[in-house]
């Protein structure tokens, strides 16, 4: 199964959400039937539908990104990584769920460059540090064994790491752990914002800029998210840091014109016709991308918090 049409996957074990799917249709075997079973849309900008009370956010996957990424430049830059792979440094709650979302995406942008020691490495990261928030280390310890089995197969590497958010989703939302939930997605986020505004800064390139320009929906729903569960205060930095970001995205052009979609039930596909147009500005992207380089140091770097 080409990597490319493989059902589309959450990013990285890092983000432990819960996400819409999406394909074109095509199956074998190694599919998981129940997927398999529920309607699929084909959209090149599809989010992840994240449920927390009553309220629906869209959000962006990192590993979307990730294989625009690969596709707009296929050599793999280490130098984008978090450098200091170390879960031992987080000694917090919140600064561990934000750097399990940063080593999550990091894990996704590994894999889909077949960069299987590095993955491996940073998976063995992101198990201590998803066993020190609670999540159950037999799920990691599982996905370990398959993951060296199978260190050159790409598409079920993805396909274990989607497992894994899954169980992972459902025992934080057991044990009533939306904050920390809500903090690993912003941790991704912020790194796939960095991975994309570093690439379109050094290459030009019009897709990674609109790519960039885009985020400008996805930022709106994670304040939204990240303000839902700041009913004691304690993500208010991290809200205050995602709203003066917000003041510079405000500056980014954007308009959406909506188109029905179309749907196929024999093939249980909807495939969706609206449009986007975005402008980015070299000077607006350099703020974006000075501003993302900020809040990602302060995540990698804070312990404390």
């Known amino acids: 199964m080409n990597v490319k049409k493989i059902l589309f996957l959450a990013a990285g074990i890092g983000l432990t959400m819960g996400v819409s799917s999406c394909g074109d249709g095509t199956s074998n075997g190694n599919d998981n039937p129940e997927t398999q079973s529920q309607t699929k849309t084909v959209d090149p900008h599809q989010t992840g539908l994240v449920k927390v009370g009553d309220k629906l956010f869209n959000l962006p996957s990192p590993l979307e990104t990730a294989f625009l990424l690969e596709k707009v430049d296929k ?60 999540v159950s280390s037999s799920l990691y310890v599982d996905l370990m064994k398959r993951f060296e089995g199978n260190m050159e197969n790409k598409d079920s ?75 004691t205060g304690a993500l208010k930095v991290y809200v205050e840091q995602l709203n003066d970001l917000k003041n510079t995205f405000d500056k980014v052009g954007y308009s959406y014109q909506f188109v029905e979609p179309e749907t196929k039930s024999s093939e249980k596909l909807t495939i969706i016709k609206s449009t986007s147009t975005v402008e980015v500005s070299d000077e607006v992207l350099n703020e974006i991308s000075n501003k993302v380089a900020g809040i990602r140091k302060s995540i990698i770097e804070t312990t404390s918090l």
């Open 157 to 231: 590497l993805l396909i274990f790491i989607s497992e894994l958010n899954r169980l992972s989703d459902e025992y934080l939302k057991e044990n009533e752990a939306e904050d920390v939930s809500s903090l690993i997605l912003y941790g991704g986020w912020v790194e796939s914002l960095h991975f994309t505004t570093t690439l379109a800064k050094a290459t030009g390139n019009d897709k990674l800029k609109t790519r960039v320009g885009e985020q400008k929906n996805g930022l709106n729903n994670l304040i939204g998210l990240l303000s839902q569960q700041n009913s």
């Open 75 to 134: 050599q793999y830059n280490e130098g984008l990584l978090n450098k200091d792979v170390d879960a031992t440094k987080y000694a917090t709650k919140y600064s561990q769920a934000m750097n399990l979302g940063v080593y999550g995406a990091d894990l996704g942008y590994a894999l889909i460059h077949n960069q299987s020691q590095s993955a491996f490495q940073l998976l063995g990261v992101c198990k201590k540090l998803g066993t020190a928030l609670g």
